[in-house]
C-alpha cells in the first residue's frame, strides 16, 4: 500500500487509490474506510451509501437487514422521487437546504440527480440561491463541508489541514468571504460559495468529490448585523487586515504545498478587491493558483464574446468596449479582452488595450485621475475629458459593446440602453453582476428598451421573452461553463502553474461549442445540458496549451486529450458491493 501511495502521489493525473472510478458498473468494489464499511455505519457514510438500492445480497453482506425497509429500489427510481419533492418546494432556500442534506446523506445520487438536472438545478446549488443561503449560513448550518480556518489557528494550519479526512486533494477553493457575489462582507458564513463551487467542479468537470476541499479563511468581518446576530458561526471581531492578515494567508499557502504537494490548485474565490490583486501577482509563481472572479470571469465573458462576432461580424478588434465596474471581475475581462486581440493581431498589448473603457463610481477612468487610481485601474486611464455618468461615457464613446460589473442593480437603464440600440444595429449588452437582484439590467429589459435588438447575456439566469412574436433565449455567462473544465484539464495534465494562455484556450474552446440552433435564439452560449461533454474539451483545449508551454508534468502526454479528459471524469451511478 504505501508504495502504492508513493506512487499515486508522485504521478500526474487524476489519483483514484481504490480503483472506484475504473470499475465498470457491473464490477464489484470494496466500500473501504479506514475499515471495511458495514451497516449502521455504512448508512451514515455519504460515499457509499445507497439508501433503498441496496441489493439484498449487499444488505446480508453487510449486515443492513433491519436497518432499511423491505423495499429495494435503483438509483432512477430514487432520482424521480427525490425531484419530486424538491419541486414541491416554492421557497428556493428550501430546494437548497434539501440538496446539502441530501449531498450529507448520499453523496452519489446528489451528483447523479445535479448531472441529469443541470440547468434546473444548477440556480439552486449556486447562483443566485447561494447567495441567500450565505447570507443565512449561520442559521442553517448542520454539519462541516469543508474546512474553517481562523486567526485562531494562526501557527497550526498544517495541523488543521491534516484534520480533514481525505489526505489526497487536488482542488481548494478558499474565501475569506470578504466580497460574497454581490452581497459584500458575508465573514464566515462565505462558506457556501467553495462548497458550492467544489459540487459544480464534480458535477460538470467530473473531478472527484474525495479530491475536493472546500475552506473559508476566518479573519473577522465588518458586517456590523452579523456582528450582532447570536447565531453567527465565525469569528466576532473586526477584520485582521495588513501584517497579520499576509502572515495568515503566507502560513496557510505554505501549509498546503507542504501538506499536498506542488500540483494542487488553488482558487481564490470572492476576496476583496484589495487582496484578490495582490495574492494572485504574489502566489501565481510560487503555486497553482487561480483566481476565479479576476480570471475565471474574464474567460467566459471573452468565450461570449468570440461567440457573438458570428452575429455582430467583423473580429474583436474591431469593436468598442465600455465596462460598468472596474473592480477585479471589470479589469479581469478587459486584461483578456485585449491579450486575444494582441494574440490574433500582433499589435502591442497597450494598443489593444485602448478599445477598452471603463466607468467606476468616479465616472470614466481617464488620464487626468491616473494619480489618484488604484494600481490594476491604471492601465485603462485613456485619454479623454472627464465624464461623470454612465449615460454621457456610452454617447462620447460609443461602444457596440457594454458589460456590466459594478455589482449594483438597475445601473443600466432605459435611457442607457436605448442609446445603445441607436448607436448599434445589434448592441451586446452583458449585465454580469449577481445574484439576480444586482444585475444591471433584466432580459426583458434589454430586449424590450432595444425593440428586440440587443443580443443580452448575464450572470445570473433568466427565463425565454417573448417579444412581438419572437422568443429569445438569454446566454448566462456563467463561470461554471469554465471552472470545472479548466481545472480538470489542469488536474489530468499535472499542471504545476497557471498561465494566461490557458485561459485563452478555454474561451476558444467555450465560443466553439456555441451551435447555429443557439445563434438563432439569439444565445452565445451552449445551453447547460451538454456540459460535461463541453467541459472535457475545455480541459483537452486547457492540457494541450499546458503540454505546449512545458507546464504539464503527467508524460508522456495523452494521444487523445479529450477521450482521456472523458476517462477521468466521475460518474456518480452506484457501485455494486461485494
Given at each position: 500500500m504505501e508504495s502504492t501511495l508513493k506512487e499515486l502521489s508522485n504521478g500526474g493525473g487524476v489519483e483514484d487509490l481504490y480503483g472506484e472510478d475504473r470499475a465498470t458498473e457491473d464490477q464489484t468494489i470494496t466500500p473501504w474506510t479506514f475499515s471495511v464499511a458495514s451497516g449502521y455505519s455504512l448508512l451514515r457514510d455519504p460515499h457509499y451509501n445507497k439508501g433503498l438500492a441496496f441489493t439484498d445480497a449487499e444488505r446480508d453482506a453487510h449486515y443492513l437487514r433491519g436497518l432499511l425497509p423491505p423495499s429495494v429500489s435503483n438509483q432512477e427510481l430514487q432520482e424521480k422521487k427525490v425531484m419530486h419533492n424538491l419541486r414541491l418546494y416554492q421557497v428556493p432556500l428550501q430546494r437548497y437546504m434539501a440538496m446539502m442534506d441530501l449531498q450529507e446523506r448520499n453523496e452519489r445520487l446528489f451528483y447523479k440527480l445535479l448531472i441529469d438536472n443541470v440547468e434546473e438545478l444548477l440556480p439552486v446549488v449556486?447562483?443566485?440561491?447561494?447567495?441567500?443561503?450565505?447570507?443565512?449560513?449561520?442559521?442553517?448550518?448542520?454539519?462541516?463541508?469543508?474546512?474553517?480556518?481562523?486567526?485562531?489557528?494562526?501557527?497550526?494550519?498544517?495541523?488543521v489541514l491534516k484534520n480533514w479526512p481525505e489526505k489526497s486533494i487536488q482542488v481548494i477553493v478558499v474565501t475569506d468571504g470578504e466580497r460574497i457575489l454581490g452581497l459584500g462582507d458575508l465573514g464566515c458564513q462565505g462558506m457556501g460559495i467553495p462548497v458550492g463551487k467544489l459540487s459544480l467542479y464534480t458535477a460538470l468537470g467530473g473531478v472527484r468529490p474525495s479530491v475536493c476541499l472546500p475552506i473559508t479563511i476566518d479573519v473577522g468581518t465588518n458586517n456590523q448585523q452579523l456582528l450582532d446576530d447570536e447565531f453567527y458561526i465565525g469569528l466576532k471581531q473586526k477584520r485582521a487586515r495588513g501584517q497579520e492578515y499576509a502572515e495568515l494567508l503566507l502560513e496557510f499557502m505554505s501549509a498546503v504545498k507542504q501538506n499536498y504537494g506542488e500540483r494542487v490548485l488553488i482558487q481564490f474565490e470572492d476576496f476583496a478587491n484589495h487582496n484578490a490583486f495582490e495574492?494572485?501577482?504574489?502566489?501565481?509563481?510560487?503555486?497553482?493558483?487561480?483566481?476565479?472572479?479576476?480570471?475565471?470571469?474574464?474567460?467566459?465573458?471573452?468565450?461570449?464574446?468570440?461567440?457573438?462576432?458570428?452575429?455582430?461580424?467583423?473580429t474583436l478588434a474591431d469593436h468598442t468596449f465600455l465596462f460598468l465596474g472596474a473592480g477585479e471581475a471589470g479589469t479581469g475581462i478587459a486584461e483578456l479582452i485585449a491579450l486575444e486581440i494582441t494574440k490574433k493581431t500582433s499589435v502591442p498589448l497597450e494598443v489593444a488595450r485602448k478599445k477598452i473603457w471603463l466607468v467606476d463610481s468616479k465616472g470614466l477612468i481617464v488620464s487626468s485621475r491616473v494619480e489618484s487610481l488604484q494600481h490594476f485601474k491604471k492601465p485603462w486611464a485613456h485619454d479623454h475629458e472627464p465624464v461623470?455618468?454612465?449615460?454621457?461615457?456610452?454617447?462620447?464613446?460609443?461602444?457596440?459593446?457594454?458589460?456590466?460589473?459594478?455589482?449594483?442593480?438597475?445601473?443600466?437603464?432605459?435611457?442607457?440602453?436605448?442609446?445603445?440600440?441607436?448607436?448599434?444595429?445589434?448592441?451586446?449588452?452583458?449585465?454580469?453582476?449577481?445574484?439576480?437582484?444586482?444585475?444591471?439590467?433584466?432580459?426583458?429589459?434589454?430586449?424590450?428598451?432595444?425593440?428586440?435588438?440587443?443580443?443580452?447575456?448575464?450572470?445570473?439566469?433568466?427565463?425565454?421573452?417573448?417579444?412581438?412574436?419572437?422568443?429569445?433565449?438569454?446566454?448566462?455567462?456563467?463561470?461554471?461553463?469554465?471552472?470545472?473544465?479548466?481545472?480538470?484539464?489542469?488536474?489530468?495534465?499535472?499542471?504545476?502553474?497557471?498561465?494566461?494562455?490557458?485561459?485563452?484556450?478555454?474561451?476558444?474552446?467555450?465560443?466553439?461549442?456555441v451551435t447555429e440552433d443557439d445563434y438563432l435564439k439569439g444565445r452565445?452560449?451552449?445551453?447547460?445540458?451538454?456540459?460535461?461533454?463541453?467541459?472535457?474539451?475545455?480541459?483537452?483545449?486547457?492540457?494541450?496549451?499546458?503540454?505546449?508551454?512545458?507546464?504539464?508534468?503527467?508524460?508522456?502526454?495523452?494521444?487523445?486529450?479529450v477521450k482521456y479528459a472523458e476517462s477521468c471524469m466521475y460518474t456518480p451511478v452506484y457501485r455494486h458491493y461485494r
Open positions: 449556486y447562483t443566485p440561491t447561494v447567495g441567500e443561503a450565505c447570507q443565512k449560513y449561520g442559521s442553517i448550518f448542520k454539519r462541516p463541508q469543508g474546512l474553517f480556518i481562523s486567526l485562531k489557528e494562526k501557527g497550526k494550519i498544517l495541523e495574492l494572485l501577482a504574489k502566489y501565481r509563481t510560487t503555486h497553482l493558483v487561480f483566481n476565479d472572479d479576476i480570471q475565471g470571469t474574464a474567460s467566459v465573458v471573452l468565450a461570449g464574446l468570440i461567440a457573438s462576432l458570428k452575429l455582430l461580424g467583423g461623470k455618468e454612465l449615460i454621457d461615457a456610452v454617447k462620447a464613446i460609443k461602444p457596440t459593446v457594454l458589460i456590466g460589473t459594478s455589482g449594483v442593480g438597475k445601473t443600466f437603464t432605459k435611457e442607457v440602453v436605448e442609446a445603445m440600440a441607436s448607436l448599434n444595429p445589434k448592441p451586446l449588452v452583458m449585465a454580469l453582476s449577481n445574484p439576480t437582484s444586482q444585475a444591471e439590467c433584466t432580459a426583458e429589459e434589454a430586449y424590450t428598451w432595444s425593440k428586440g435588438h440587443a443580443i443580452f447575456a448575464s450572470g445570473s439566469p433568466f427565463d425565454p421573452f417573448e417579444f412581438e412574436g419572437r422568443t429569445f433565449v438569454s446566454g448566462q455567462a456563467n463561470n461554471a461553463y469554465i471552472f470545472p473544465g479548466f481545472g480538470l484539464g489542469i488536474i489530468m495534465s499535472g499542471t504545476i502553474r497557471v498561465h494566461d494562455d490557458m485561459l485563452l484556450a478555454a474561451s476558444e474552446a467555450l465560443a466553439a461549442e452565445i452560449y451552449p445551453p447547460f445540458t451538454n456540459i460535461r461533454k463541453i467541459s472535457a474539451h475545455i480541459a483537452a483545449e486547457v492540457a494541450a496549451k499546458a503540454y505546449e508551454l512545458g507546464l504539464a508534468t503527467h508524460l508522456p502526454r495523452p494521444k487523445d486529450l
